[in-house]
């Protein structure tokens, strides 16, 4: 976890909008070989040469993607920076810079941004994405966030959704369904301060859970791991919205089906200990909970060996004829078929 809390209260007005910026930024360092000019001229200059540039966009609000009654600033200005370097991730690429801009009410005091800067620089240097632009902008109301990320990557390198075919191994990354899970108990613990602000929360048993939620990380290790083991995924998306839903993306725009097999879901003990208190089923946690940014991906059938004993990867399926349809193969032995039900913004 990373701690904060900055008593001051500083008013934005008082740096105007230059000094803000300046105030801001001045922490960041440019480390990325192809940043030519970062922050300080009309616009940044890049070059990478005879690299492919992949780019990924990201816009969040306050109320509708997080809540500050229990994700800290420091907090989200880090899973802001690992949301965007995921995607790029996910195209099998290396993130190289971003833009970041905000959006800021004036209940917010300029500690309160120090906090989000500071979580925006750990990420910058923990993921070596070199900040190079931005905006900032008063907002009527609340915090939004939109940060764009840069990547390169050899043409042949890269990671599309539509490659799958239908006899290829479906793999994930770590596990899966934490972060969902760490977001349940944080509603709940929400909601007995609401009842009783004195309460102090026991959050031992959920720690993993809960750091899953707040301050996840981008599987940048992935690429070298898998360049390592010669192996070239046929298609691959990360975990943002919930594995059905990922799942889907990959068989509709490689045109092929899936069986998913529930026994074979990596679920992490904490998971199933506080899906069980919570009584609610660990699969549907597994399968529906978004924000792990974990990495699913497909590799051709031949690759099996090289991957079946390595504990970063787990062969949770595989795909079939697209008419076969998508399916989750129970521990009974049933077919149900999946349906896409990750987060979905737009239906809250
Ligand atoms: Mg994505």
Same mark, same amino acid.
């Given at each position: 976890?990373?701690?904060?809390?900055?008593?001051?209260?500083?008013?934005?007005?008082?740096?105007? *909008?230059?000094?803000?910026?300046?105030?801001?930024? =001045?922490?960041?360092?440019?480390?990325?070989?192809?940043?030519? =000019?970062?922050?300080?001229?009309?616009?940044?200059?890049?070059?990478?040469?005879?690299?492919?540039?992949?780019?990924?966009?990201?816009?969040?609000?306050?109320?509708?993607?997080?809540?500050?009654?229990?994700?800290?600033?420091?907090?989200?200005?880090?899973?802001?920076?690992?949301?965007?370097?995921?995607?790029?991730?996910?195209?099998?690429?290396?993130?190289?810079?971003?833009?970041?801009?905000?959006?800021?009410?004036?209940?917010?005091?300029?500690?309160?941004?120090?906090?989000?800067?500071?979580?925006?620089?750990?990420?910058?240097?923990?993921?070596?994405?070199?900040?190079?632009?931005?905006?900032?902008?008063?907002?009527? /109301?609340?915090?939004?966030?939109?940060?764009?990320?840069?990547?390169?990557?050899?043409?042949?390198?890269?990671?599309?959704?539509?490659g799958a075919k239908?006899s290829d191994l479906?793999?994930?990354?770590?596990?899966?369904?934490?972060?969902?899970?760490?977001?349940?108990?944080?509603?709940? *613990?929400?909601?007995?301060?609401?009842?009783?602000?004195?309460?102090?929360?026991?959050?031992?048993?959920?720690?993993?859970?809960? *750091?899953?939620?707040? /301050?996840?990380?981008?599987? =940048?290790?992935?690429?070298?791991?898998?360049?390592?083991?010669?192996i070239k995924p046929t298609s691959?998306?990360?975990?943002?919205?919930?594995?059905?839903?990922?799942?889907?993306?990959?068989?509709?725009?490689?045109?092929?089906?899936?069986?998913?097999?529930?026994?074979?879901?990596?679920?992490?003990?904490?998971?199933?200990?506080?899906?069980?208190?919570?009584?609610?089923?660990?699969?549907?946690?597994?399968?529906?909970?978004?924000?792990?940014?974990?990495?699913?991906?497909t590799i051709a059938m031949e690759d099996f060996?090289k991957i079946?004993?390595?504990?970063?990867?787990?062969?949770?399926?595989h795909m079939?004829?697209?008419?076969?349809?998508?399916?989750?193969?129970?521990?009974?032995?049933? /077919?149900?078929?999946?349906?896409?039900?990750?987060?979905?913004?737009?239906?809250?």
């Amino acid at each position: 976890m990373i701690e904060d809390k900055n008593p001051q209260r500083t008013s934005i007005a008082q740096l105007g *909008e230059f000094g803000l910026i300046e105030h801001l930024t =001045k922490n960041f360092e440019v480390n990325q070989p192809s940043t030519l =000019k970062a922050i300080g001229d009309d616009a940044a200059v890049l070059d990478f040469k005879d690299k492919k540039v992949v780019v990924s966009t990201d816009l969040m609000i306050e109320g509708v993607h997080f809540d500050l009654a229990y994700m800290p600033l420091k907090h989200l200005g880090y899973k802001a920076v690992v949301s965007n370097v995921s995607d790029i991730c996910a195209m099998n690429a290396k993130a190289t810079q971003i833009t970041v801009s905000i959006a800021v009410s004036n209940r917010f005091p300029l500690e309160a941004l120090e906090e989000l800067f500071a979580g925006i620089t750990l990420a910058a240097n923990e993921y070596k994405v070199d900040v190079i632009g931005g905006d900032t902008t008063s907002s009527q /109301k609340g915090l939004i966030i939109s940060i764009t990320v840069l990547g390169e990557a050899d043409a042949e390198e890269i990671v599309y959704r539509n490659g799958a075919k239908s006899s290829d191994l479906l793999i994930v990354t770590g596990d899966i369904g934490a972060a969902y899970m760490g977001l349940q108990v944080l509603e709940r *613990e929400k909601q007995v301060f609401q009842v009783n602000p004195n309460a102090q929360p026991d959050l031992d048993a959920y720690t993993y859970l809960i *750091e899953r939620q707040l /301050k996840p990380e981008a599987r =940048k290790d992935v690429r070298t791991l898998l360049h390592a083991l010669e192996i070239k995924p046929t298609s691959m998306i990360d975990i943002s919205d919930g594995l059905s839903s990922e799942i889907m993306h990959l068989c509709k725009q490689s045109k092929v089906g899936c069986n998913l097999y529930e026994d074979k879901l990596p679920l992490d003990p904490q998971l199933i200990s506080v899906c069980e208190e919570f009584d609610i089923d660990s699969t549907t946690v597994a399968i529906n909970g978004g924000e792990d940014y974990e990495l699913l991906f497909t590799i051709a059938m031949e690759d099996f060996e090289k991957i079946k004993a390595n504990p970063n990867f787990s062969i949770i399926g595989h795909m079939v004829q697209e008419s076969e349809g998508i399916h989750l193969v129970t521990r009974a032995n049933t /077919k149900i078929a999946l349906k896409a039900r990750g987060w979905n913004a737009l239906s809250e």
